[in-house]
């Protein structure tokens, strides 16, 4: 079960989200990711070595977005719970495998992997007594998870990708399935231990190429190295658009030994990670004063604009026009903007190729990404917006695999800018996006990028040169904008 919620969206993610995405059950579930880079595909691919019988149930997941309505819930625990009594009944279970993000809230859990585990660990008691509380259950985690005490006592084991980019996502999951195997195998006994200091990081500050993740991770290595009673330290950089009470920065240790001895050794990294907020929330430049130093500079392109704002990969609309207005009113030439633009894009479908027509863009979801924008423009390309990943262990495939819909898509042209109009929104953590629609990111001058750190890995070693930039959007990577109403306090950077 895998989304990451941002709260303060008013939209809310049900079962449409879902399927549009991945809403896949029993065989059909293995089918789908076996073999990719997601994590469900590398704990498969432990399952296959290992000779497992497994009994798959429900896997669901989402682009980031809204709150999660209770129905997706109460129909992924329906069908697990079933799946849980049929596998009991038909000659027992060793062990439960569950691949989660860390970051989702529900409407009426605001905790929801935390209540994820809280209903199978309960089930498996309620079931099987004693008996129950010794079937181990793991779970891998995205590095922006916001862990609780509630998943800690509920899991045997807790994995996370160590990387941001995710491009480790099918490692998190391995590792997941090869400590569950061990648990299986040994009966050991475990506890995840939690310790969480009190400081938030934007999505920009979580990356791992920078400070102070670069440090945290090391630490975390190296206490894995130090103590062989642990079976993994995770640090989870959080992610900050939830308003709920366990927000945040955190630390996980597995171990088999003593839980205050290992709370001891986390918290040189959590006093580290309070320490270094400041680093953890990098802020962004006026876009204007970022403009006027490209076009001066005389650099080659291609150049990124990288708005945080509208960081679809963290669940903004991907309407936002800060970076369109920007560059229409700064006259750039040969740029590309990517917005999902729905009614656009099917606005372009019922024309043909080579028209003219006079096209509304973007702004549409909220007011909070920037007014709509009216554009003469000439329509370049329609397409069904499918693609496969060009690098398969992109972050992307962390989220959905290797085959990507943007839904029906457009590429119009207004000047020297082209806009890539999708109908489902598309983090760029790919280039094959654009390669798909006829745009090669290499000969570019200029491309404005939704995102924080995501697309990194796809951008980074085509671009001469990137800049962050501060647009309007509710991705801004300046935390005290936000309405935090269920924030535990005091909390850095919110509280001095």
């Known amino acids: 079960m895998v989304h990451e919620t941002h709260t303060f969206l008013a939209e809310t993610t049900g079962m449409a989200g879902f399927e549009a995405i991945l809403w896949e059950r029993g065989p059909d579930m293995l089918q789908r990711c076996a073999g990719d880079a997601s994590p469900m595909g590398g704990a498969l691919d432990v399952a296959a070595a290992r000779h497992w019988d497994v009994i798959p149930s429900r896997y669901g997941a989402a682009m980031p977005s809204g709150t999660v309505t209770d129905d997706i819930l109460e129909t992924w625990w329906a069908e697990v719970r079933s799946d849980l009594d049929v596998a009991l009944a038909g000659g027992g279970l060793d062990g ?22 809280r209903r199978v660990r309960g089930h498996l008691h309620e079931r099987l007594g004693t008996a129950g509380d010794l079937i181990p259950i793991a779970a891998d985690l995205d590095l922006h998870a916001n862990t609780s005490d509630v998943m800690a006592a509920n899991a045997s084991v807790l994995t996370a990708y160590r990387k941001n980019p995710h491009t480790d996502a099918r490692e998190a999951g391995m590792r997941a399935a090869q400590f569950l195997q ?80 290992a709370r001891d050794s986390l918290r040189p990294l959590a006093a580290e990670a309070l320490r270094r907020c400041d680093e953890g929330n990098p802020l962004d430049p006026p876009t204007d004063d970022v403009m ?33 207005e920007a560059f229409l009113r700064f006259g750039v030439d040969n740029a590309v903007v990517i917005l999902n633009d729905p009614e656009a894009a099917k606005a372009c479908h019922a024309r043909s190729v080579g028209d003219r027509l006079r096209l509304p863009v ?32 992109s972050h992307l495939a962390s989220l959905i695999g ?64 990137s800049y962050y930039v501060d647009t309007p959007g509710l991705g801004s990577s300046d935390l005290r904008r936000f309405p935090y109403k269920h924030v535990r306090h005091p909390v850095r950077p919110l509280d001095d």
């Open 96 to 117: 439960v495998l569950l691949i989660l993000h860390g970051a989702m809230v529900f409407a009426s859990h605001a905790d929801g992997e935390g209540e994820v585990l």
């Open 182 to 261: 061990r648990l299986m195998s040994s009966g050991e006994a475990t506890h995840v231990v939690r310790l969480a200091p009190p400081v938030i990081y934007s999505p920009k500050g979580t990356g791992t190429d920078t400070e102070p993740m670069i440090s945290l991770q090391r630490a975390a290595r190296r206490l894995e190295a130090e103590h062989p009673e642990f079976l993994e330290v995770c640090v989870l950089g959080g992610f900050a658009y939830a308003d709920i009470d366990c927000v945040g920065v955190s630390f996980l240790a597995t171990t088999t030994g003593e839980p205050s001895a």
């Open 292 to 324: 006027r130093q490209v076009l001066a500079s005389g650099q080659q392109g291609p150049i990124g604009l990288i708005e945080p704002s509208d960081n679809i990969g963290g669940g903004t609309p991907g309407d936002g026009t800060g970076i369109l």
């Open 362 to 393: 973007g702004g549409k979801v909220d007011r909070f990404h920037g007014a709509t924008i009216t554009l003469e423009v000439k329509l370049e390309k329609l397409t069904d917006g499918r693609f496969d990943l060009e690098n398969e262990r």
């Open 402 to 465: 290797r085959h990507v819909n943007m839904g029906p898509s457009a590429v119009v042209r207004a000047g020297g800018i082209r806009i890539l109009l999708t109908t489902h929104k598309t983090p760029p953590m790919d280039l094959g996006q654009l390669r798909s629609q006829g745009i090669v990111p290499e000969e570019l001058y200029i491309v404005g990028i939704k995102a924080a750190v995501s697309h990194k890995a796809a951008y980074d070693p085509v671009l001469t040169a």
